[in-house]
């Protein structure tokens, strides 16, 4: 006797302009409709639909003379997506799928926030707890649960909001606790884009992405998800950005892969001494032959791990596992046949820190916080580089040890 295959399990999230009026209001129905008639396993979480939540905003704050508490505008501003929980749920019971919406004034609501009100953030012990409790054997019957996103309730029962990406985050957590199979974002794009289309002319849909890239996006000011949303990506559940005008939950889009540190850490970067390369000049920067010629070399020779560069000089980060000086005399050879660079200098053994996490471009003066304490203990920063949720350090060899305990620290008390 052949055990009976599981149903597929999946968390899908409309977008408030995947819900911006009553054709796609009922093509997001549609969609949900036919996959559930499949005997897939669907939690649905909805956002406010089309700009609800910006005229309940002007609304609140243009009648209170701006004396509104942040608890009383989250109250006011939920009601966009306990509108269209409401709405979203009857009509899939009108077409013939079973459904239950959460209101987080209901006992078992399962976004159980701190009291962060305007910017909240998820208590995930408990959330994971009240979703396998509440909201797991309704999905297991059949029934489709669907939950406001981007709303949540502390533990006395105050109503918060979840700030940017709130939607994404419920479905993450929805999809963790749960186990389900895959995470789809409904929007109004393909998928995720090589470029923004009210920038660039023609870009291109991305089929994949693993999470720590599509980070490096977000916190560059791409709108496609916030990163504090994706801090609650699960390793293990693929997410896939599809276009709503489809109004098929199968189709194709561009799938997010992985998973990103959680905690702000540091980390040695590159196991072997670092060599720093500095070039200075007159307008070094506007010549790219030499840049290239530079960054070629290095190249040849070994690893390029960083660089930075300004008007009138450019440093050079370079693994030096192996001996360098060749490379230091390649570059110097460039340095001396180009005139619009004067002089190089070098600093040898130094060590490659790497500080990451999520949430590290929003942490107000991290790195004064890890200079001060490396000064105050008496190690010398040779380098400072910045990108993508990283903070990139270069510091003396011998010094890496007592830096990764001092930094750890700093990061631990922040």
């Known amino acids: 006797m052949t055990s009976k295959k599981p149903c597929k399990k999946i968390v899908v999230k409309y977008g408030g302009s995947s819900l911006a009026d009553p ?87 399962p976004i159980i926030t701190d009291a962060s009100f305007s910017n909240a953030n998820p208590l995930r012990e408990e959330c994971e707890k009240r979703i396998r409790e509440n909201v797991l054997p309704i999905v297991e019957t ?73 980070v490096g996006l977000a916190d560059s000011g791409a709108k496609f998800i916030h990163s504090k949303a994706l801090k609650y990506k699960p390793k293990s559940v693929d997410v896939r950005v599809i ?12 799938v997010i892969t992985g998973a990103l540190a959680t905690e702000l850490d540091v980390e040695v970067a590159h196991p072997s001494p670092v060599a720093e390369i500095t070039i200075v ?16 070399k290095a190249r040849t020779h070994t690893e ?18 192996k001996s360098p000086e060749q490379l230091f005399n390649d570059i110097h050879q460039t340095v001396v046949q180009n005139p619009e660079t004067k002089a190089m200098a070098v600093k040898k053994d130094l060590v490659f820190l790497k500080i990451r996490g999520v949430g590290l471009e929003e942490t107000q003066g991290i ?36 830096a990764l305990e001092l930094i750890r620290k700093s990061l631990r008390s922040h």
């Open 281 to 296: 000049g007159h307008k070094v920067s506007e010549n790219p032959k030499l840049i290239e010629d530079i960054v070629t």
């Open 367 to 402: 790195i004064g916080k890890v200079s001060e304490v490396l000064r105050v203990n008496g190690i010398n920063i040779a380098g400072i580089l910045t990108i993508t949720s990283s903070i990139l350090l270069f510091v003396d060899w011998s010094e890496r040890e007592k």
């Open 243 to 254: 276009n709503s005008a489809h109004g098929d939950l199968t189709k194709e889009g561009t």
């Open 23 to 109: 054709e796609r209001l009922s093509r997001a129905v549609s969609a949900v409709v036919n996959e559930a008639k499949k005997g897939t396993r669907i939690t649905v979480v909805v956002s406010a639909m089309g700009k609800t939540t910006d005229a309940l905003m002007n609304a609140a704050k243009g009648t209170s003379n701006g004396k509104l508490e942040k608890h009383d505008l989250d109250d006011i501003l939920s009601m966009g997506e306990r509108t269209s929980v409401r709405i979203f749920s009857a009509a899939l019971r009108n077409n013939g799928v079973e459904s239950r919406y959460f209101d987080p004034i209901d006992n078992d609501w």
């Open 142 to 214: 059949g029934v489709v649960p669907v939950i406001a996103g981007f709303v949540g309730k502390t533990l006395s029962g105050k109503i918060t909001t979840l700030g940017r990406g709130g939607s994404d985050t419920t479905a993450f957590i929805l999809a963790e606790a749960l186990k389900a199979d895959e995470v789809v974002l409904v929007t109004d794009a393909d998928g995720i884009m090589s470029g923004d289309p009210k920038v660039v002319t023609n870009p291109q849909r991305l089929s994949e992405i693993d999470v720590n890239i599509l």
């Open 304 to 321: 390029l791990l960083g660089m930075s560069m300004n008007t009138n000089s450019g440093i050079l980060y370079v693994s030096a596992e």
